[in-house]
């Protein structure tokens, strides 16, 4: 690093002198493929605490960079090709941008001792990594050359020469493997861009190519152009012998600036052609290796506990259903909010088995890329929950010729005794847990009629605790609604599917309300008045739920873990009950909603196709199913202007 200009090393009675010298402990953090980065500790010096917000902060847009890729590949046009997918990759990357002699001397480090030689002491004359504000400087220098790349893609104007680089980024091809797995649905046709994808993004220091096969040369290009107009790649008389180029050409001759529809992204490997994610081999692995550490455990400390929580949380994305599977494992820093060790219970030991259970099937079950972006519901629906069971309804909004399916269950003594009441102040179930068995059961019971791989199942309920848990997909507790939600990850795991609850005012609830409040009328009865009460062109089809269905619910209640869902079940018809005769009132007629123009728009809860406007559909249901009558649009990066000062 001295060597290449990044650094000065010296004795420290030769810079003890200086007013603004400032001495920070150093150290190195492990990198999966290369060497260890050097890393500094500033804020044991003060400089992090001290350092004046001058950076532009708004630069720092890689929070949302794989969500927006995702999004990108999941609308894509299948007619273009598939999506391709590119990497380019900066050598040295803070180090580019120099800082002020000033600047240097706050962030100088201690170096360890060497033998038969004075303490040594590292000034930093490029950005280190450590201080706080290196990121928001850097990102600065790399988001505008993304801003530029896009820019040249999308101004229309006549294409660069040549790069010196784009030959050598095509001579490397990955090896594809195509695993034996369906492949996600293509989007609806009203959502999917009409031109080929043309678009580039940055993660710090990490471009990220995407476009499809008509688009891709003009995309390398534009990006490695946009690059080098922002960091120097000609070569300089002052340059030391030992400057590399900008673009990392060791990463191009590994193939990241290959196209191709593979690709590790951000720390997935992304399949474009099955639209899937998958944990990287080294993560799986690692999953591995923490889950055989603990499972033998009976306490941990604290600060080893939160590490493995947080390692869970950032692989979960490509596992489904792990998300649902924190509650009771986050419950265990509740329990024991100052225990400096934490006792991991069996019921603890039993959820990290759950994990294990996903760890060994990950390969074969990788995340559909649907299920992680904002996308239209396949299947619209409300649930209720009374004292006495729970009830709901469907409707499938690509078959709406289909009959829609109502569900009720009521719940055994056992169960239905234990709510907590103004009579019963002893009870142990709570109205929010049975609000949250509705929404759970409502999804299983709707897969024993249908399959709902890659669909999106809006589900609204009038009860916020129970959204509130649906929509984390945790507790923190030991509760009932923990044992719901592990539930849901069984559910979400045999068939990968986006469980969406929305919350609705219980005055709208009105057909769930009666589902969940009819168990004194026989079936053939309950569905007369159905179709009297709640008149639909297809009319209504009853599905009871399976015996499975009704003793994982019971389960749940009782806080024991039940068995997992088998992996592929069965599909059950719905229940045969023959005709049950012409209603007595007229039937309400399905009538589109009215068209609206391509607007751009920020809010994500919306619906692809216009649904029919009978009075059982709660408002705000209606109201998502509406706004996904005009063409989705993209999570976009923030203007390029994000520097400019805006005067009050």
């Given amino acids: 690093m001295v060597t290449k200009g990044f650094w000065s090393v010296l004795p420290f009675t030769k810079v003890k002198h200086f007013a603004h010298l400032k001495l920070a402990p150093s150290g190195v953090v492990p990198q999966q493929t290369r060497r260890p980065r050097p890393i500094m500790d500033y804020t044991y010096t003060g400089v992090n605490q001290a350092s004046a917000l001058l950076a532009p902060i708004h630069a720092m847009q890689f929070g949302n960079t794989f969500r927006r890729v995702l999004q990108r590949i999941a609308y894509a046009n299948p007619s273009h090709g598939p999506v391709l997918l590119a990497k380019i990759d900066l050598s040295d990357g803070y180090y580019r941008v120099p800082l002020s002699p000033q600047a240097a001397l706050e962030l100088a480090v201690v170096l360890p001792p060497l033998e038969n030689h004075p303490p040594l002491v590292g000034i930093p004359l490029m950005l ?144 474009t052609a099955a639209r899937t994610i998958h944990l990287l081999p080294h993560k799986a692995q690692r999953l591995h290796e923490l889950l055989s550490t603990y499972l033998p455990l009976k306490r941990t400390s604290r600060t080893k506990w939160l590490r493995l929580l947080g390692e ?81 309804f469907f409707i499938d909004l690509h078959k709406p010729s289909h009959p829609g399916l109502v569900f009720r269950a009521q719940f055994p003594p056992s169960i239905a005794d234990q709510l907590v009441t103004a009579s019963n102040p002893a009870g142990k179930l709570t109205n929010s847990e049975f609000e949250l068995a509705a929404i759970v059961a409502g999804a299983a019971i709707l897969s024993q009629s249908t399959c709902l791989q890659h669909s999106h199942l809006w589900c609204g309920s009038d009860n916020t605790p129970a959204v509130a848990w649906c929509r984390k997909g945790s507790t923190s507790s030991k509760t009932p609604a923990a044992f719901l939600l592990r539930w849901l990850a069984s559910l979400t795991r045999a068939s990968p599917f986006v469980l969406c609850p929305i919350s609705i005012p219980g005055n709208t609830n009105t057909l769930a309300d009666f589902c969940s409040r009819s168990f004194h009328l026989p079936d053939q009865v309950f569905l007369q008045q159905l179709h009297q009460r709640f008149p639909t062109p297809a009319g209504w089809q009853l599905v009871h739920p399976t015996q499975q269905t009704v003793f994982a619910m019971t389960s749940a209640l009782s806080c024991v873990m039940s068995p997992w869902v088998n992996p592929t079940p069965e599909l059950t018809p719905p229940t045969p009950l023959g005709q049950s005769g012409p ?31 009978a009075s059982y559909l709660p408002a705000a249901l209606k109201y998502a199913a509406e706004r996904w009558a005009t063409p989705f649009v993209p999570l976009g990066r923030r203007s390029p202007t994000w520097d400019t000062l805006i005067r009050a």
């Avoid at 195509?178 to 080929?196: E, M, Y």
């Avoid at 259903?321 to 991991?344: C, E, I, T, W």
């Avoid at 088995?353 to 649907?370: E, F, G, K, Q, V």
């Fill in 312 to 392: 869970l949380r950032h692989m979960a994305t490509a596992i489904p259903g792990a998300r649902y599977l924190f509650s009771l494992l986050q419950n265990v820093l509740v329990d024991q909010p100052k225990a400096a060790r934490v006792r991991l219970s069996p019921l603890v030991i039993a959820s990290l088995h759950d994990w294990l259970h996903l760890a060994t099937t990950s390969a074969t079950n990788p995340t559909p890329i649907r299920t992680l972006v904002p996308a239209p519901p396949d299947y619209l629906g409300a649930v209720d929950a009374s004292g006495a069971g729970i009830g709901g």
């Fill in 583 to 613: 209603p007595s009132v007229h039937l309400s007629t399905w009538t589109p909603s009215p068209s609206t123009s391509l607007t751009e728009s920020h809010c994500y809860r919306s619906l692809p196709t216009d649904t029919d406007t």
């Fill in 128 to 271: 280190p990594m450590g201080w706080k504000l290196s990121p928001p400087y850097f990102c600065a220098f790399t988001e505008t050359a993304t801003d530029i790349a896009n820019a040249a893609l999308h101004a229309h104007t006549p294409v660069p020469p040549q790069h010196a680089l784009e030959a050598a980024s095509q001579l490397h091809a990955d090896p594809i493997i195509t695993p034996n797995l369906p492949v996600t649905p293509a989007p609806d046709a009203i959502h999917q861009g009409k031109a080929p994808i043309a678009y580039t993004d940055v993660y710090m220091d990490d471009f990220i190519g995407i476009s499809q096969p008509a688009t891709a040369a003009h995309t390398m290009r534009a990006l490695l152009w946009g690059i080098h107009q922002v960091f120097r790649g000609t070569p300089h008389p002052a340059d030391t012998p030992a400057r590399k180029q900008v673009i990392s050409a060791s990463k191009l001759a590994a193939g990241d600036g290959q196209w191709s529809t593979q690709k590790p992204i951000l720390g997935w490997l992304v399949d």
